[in-house]
């Protein structure tokens, strides 16, 4: 007997197995067990749960490749970040037909379709018609950007997931030149995510559902590692820590690099060092599982010259002036949010 209920949900299921073995080399063999899969759920009283069970299987095990496979993104403005983000996408799989990129120079458009193998336009409105929208444009030029295509949005009759790397931009501003009601989530990345190297902070406003929080995180895990906040302020403490984060770290290097010089050593020889040492301290405490205090410990040798060095450090109030210094770019990140919320005439 012929289970005709069950014919048009197992070939959905069917599909959704085909789009994960087309990622398998094993692929053709795959396709020839498909007469097999549907004889099986479609003719006997228990071949469908079975067909349904496998599917299920296989949306845990690769549900975030189905999700990419059948998303479609557009970049509101294409520079650094934006070619960052594209770029990492494209090698992660995402397809070259499901991205879209609005930049009004034309050289910069040309670029990137020549670059990526992508579709680029000049007006913003074109990118309304996709799941996800990322402002990729400058703080100041936000607004102009979200009021511009916010009666067009309404035309589009659709609600795209809306994620801005804009910093120091509210999800509430956001939303308000976007007319209202819209799912946005608000990244904080740094610029070593040009390198995929990055480290983001993401808040989700309340209209964001799980489904677009998990897409939100695969596309900015295209160029490093994310974490989320449950309070927007947060995003002020994450731009102090890890958006300001590498000046710190460059600013440190300079020093040890200019001591390196002054101690007779020749500058590109000190450059090296610093170099190789500041990469070799960040893998260290990456793949350690012990804290950055305990690995310190390790290789402070009571009476040795790491000791007199930390020392000398924490006399002159190391600790404190770091902790002014974040706090420093903490308030500076609130105050830029107050300006940049005001609405423009």
Do not use: H
């Not at 197995?17 to 990622?23: G, S, T, Y």
């Not at 936000?142 to 659709?158: D, F, G, H, T, Y």
């Amino acid at each position: 007997m012929i289970y005709a209920d069950d014919i048009y949900a197992t070939i959905e299921y069917l599909y959704i197995l085909l789009l994960i073995a087309n990622k398998s080399p094993c692929f053709s063999k795959f396709c020839r067990l498909i007469p097999i899969f549907f004889i099986i759920a479609t003719c006997t009283p228990q071949g469908y749960g079975k067909i349904f069970t496998l599917k299920e299987y296989f949306l845990t095990r690769f549900g975030t490749e189905i999700d990419q496979m059948s998303t479609s993104i557009a970049f509101i403005g294409g520079g650094n970040m934006a070619c960052s983000l594209i770029g990492g996408l494209l090698s992660s799989s995402e397809q070259t037909a499901n991205i879209l990129v609005a930049e009004p120079n034309a050289d910069q458009r040309a670029q990137l379709e020549q670059q990526f193998d992508i579709q680029a336009t000049s007006n913003n409105a074109d990118t309304l018609s996709v799941d996800v929208v990322v402002l990729a444009v400058k703080p100041q030029l936000l607004q102009l950007v979200c009021r511009e295509i916010s009666k067009p949005l309404v035309q589009a009759n659709r609600l795209p997931l809306f994620i801005s790397i804009a910093a120091g931009v509210r999800s509430g501003d956001i939303n308000r030149w976007l007319g209202g009601e819209q799912a946005i989530v608000r990244c904080m990345p740094n610029t070593p995510s040009l390198l995929r190297a990055g480290a983001t902070g993401l808040y989700a406003n309340p209209q964001v559902n799980d489904t677009q929080k998990t897409l939100a995180e695969n596309i900015m895990q295209a160029v490093g590692i994310t974490l989320w906040v449950n309070k927007e302020d947060e995003l002020d403490a994450v731009t102090a820590v890890s958006g300001s984060g590498p000046a710190y770290f460059f600013l440190l290097m300079e020093a040890m690099k200019k001591a390196g010089v002054q101690l007779g050593l020749e500058a590109e020889t000190a450059e090296k060092l610093v170099l190789q040492t500041a990469l070799g301290a960040a893998m260290m405490a990456d793949n350690s599982d012990v804290d950055a205090s305990t690995l310190r410990a390790r290789v402070t040798s009571k009476g040795g010259t790491t000791e007199q060095a930390i020392k000398s450090l924490q006399e002159a109030g190391f600790e404190q002036l770091v902790e002014n210094a974040l706090k420093a770019a903490n308030d500076r990140s609130q105050t830029l949010a107050d300006e940049l919320s005001t609405d423009l005439s």
